[in-house]
């Protein structure tokens, strides 16, 4: 079955300071791997994917993530984290056997980011 | 337009009562979803539309009854519910995985708060 994790509940980094979010994944077949961000009381917003091509993946909001297939990771980073990077974020991969149409995100548990002033 | 979005924001609804949740995209998704989140958990999948057909309910009991009008809405109704569903309600929408979109895309949520 396909699986992600995030290994921590919550990462603290200051402002001006580079931030590494990690998640480790397990699938069968090819990852088709995401990352969303959480703010209080809203919605998920995609940030960034992998489903092929480069390892080193560029999103919004000047997020990045690295794709390691040796080491089953795809760590989100950013060169220089903001207090307003403070939010939820969750790391997801897509289940198999889904048609075209539609296709199940599972889910990792979520790592709190609180960057400090 | 690139937005998902769901009314109301907030429902507080005692265990008697029948209200309903709706969400509406225009990017022309042809697949939407609900997602029942409690505080500081992933969300859970509970229901997928396909081209206006439910392909899947994962097993969610049948107080929570899904409806797709047309390709552009979704609706939740609800029925008889429990304070334990109490819960962020969201809705996403996705295109064609082959046509390159990949990702779903997520409205903001319905605070759901049963007495």
């Known amino acids: 079955a396909q699986s992600v994790a995030q290994p921590e509940d919550q990462v603290n980094v200051a402002e001006g300071n580079p931030l590494t979010v990690k998640c480790t994944y397990s699938v069968s077949g090819n990852p088709y791997l995401f990352w969303y961000v959480q703010y209080p009381n809203r919605g998920l917003q995609f940030l960034l994917k992998?489903?092929?091509?480069?390892?080193l993946v560029k999103g919004s909001y000047g997020f990045e993530a690295e794709f390691n297939k040796s080491q089953t990771s795809f760590h989100l980073k950013k060169p220089s984290a903001l207090v307003s990077d403070s939010a939820l974020y969750f790391c997801?991969?897509?289940?198999?056997?889904?048609?075209?149409?539609?296709?199940?995100?599972?889910f990792g548990s979520g790592t709190r980011l609180l960057v400090r002033p | 337009d690139t937005e998902v979005t769901q009314t109301p924001k907030h429902l507080v609804m005692g265990m008697t009562n029948k209200k309903s949740l709706k969400c509406e995209q225009h990017m022309g998704h042809r697949a939407m979803y609900w997602y029942k989140q409690k505080a500081k958990k992933p969300p859970e999948l509970m229901f997928v539309?396909?081209?206006?057909?439910?392909?899947i309910n994962e097993s969610v009991p049948s107080r929570f009854s899904p409806e797709c009008p047309n390709s552009s809405l979704l609706n939740l109704h609800l029925h008889a519910l429990q304070p334990e569903d109490s819960a962020l309600y969201l809705c996403?929408?996705?295109?064609?995985?082959?046509?390159?979109?990949?990702?779903?895309?997520f409205g903001p949520g319905t605070r759901l708060t049963v007495l």
């Open positions: 997801a991969v897509r289940d198999t056997g889904w048609m075209d149409s539609s296709y199940k995100l599972i």
């Open positions: 992998y489903i092929t091509g480069d390892n």
């Open positions: 996403a929408s996705s295109q064609e995985w082959t046509s390159g979109g990949n990702e779903q895309f």
């Open positions: 539309y396909s081209y206006e057909k439910l392909s």
